[in-house]
């Protein structure tokens, strides 16, 4: 008897919809009954980018404006018995702003 595992890599640049999508894409794995186990939503380090950019093109080098882009990372690992799971991952609606990645892996 052949088990799948199924990794889950979502991003996001906001925290809040990222913990619910997390939050979602669990309830909708506890009715299932081909699930061995679910470990996670592990966090990731929060990778966080900043830009410094002058105001004006020509004077007053020294004033600037700094900006700073945060990527918010989590993954949810599922242990199945059945292939049926990915189907349900697939058709299940996340909020905008959530990217996943699906990757499945088959051991004994």
Do not use: W
């Not at 925290?15 to 996670?40: F, M, P, T």
Request: net charge positive; aromatic share 8%.
């Amino acid at each position: 008897m052949s088990k799948e595992k199924i990794r889950i890599i979502l991003q996001s640049f906001n925290h809040l919809i990222l913990n619910e999508s997390c939050k979602d894409i669990l309830n909708v794995l506890v009715n299932e009954k081909s699930i061995l186990n679910i470990a996670g939503p592990i966090s990731f380090p929060t990778r966080k980018r900043s830009y410094c950019v002058l105001r004006s093109p020509h004077v007053d080098k020294d004033s600037r404006e700094q900006f700073e882009i945060r990527r918010y990372k989590k993954i949810i690992d599922i242990h199945s018995t059945s292939k049926e799971i990915i189907n349900v991952l697939l058709l299940l609606d996340l909020s905008p702003g959530v990217s996943t990645e699906l990757f499945s892996y088959s051991y004994k």
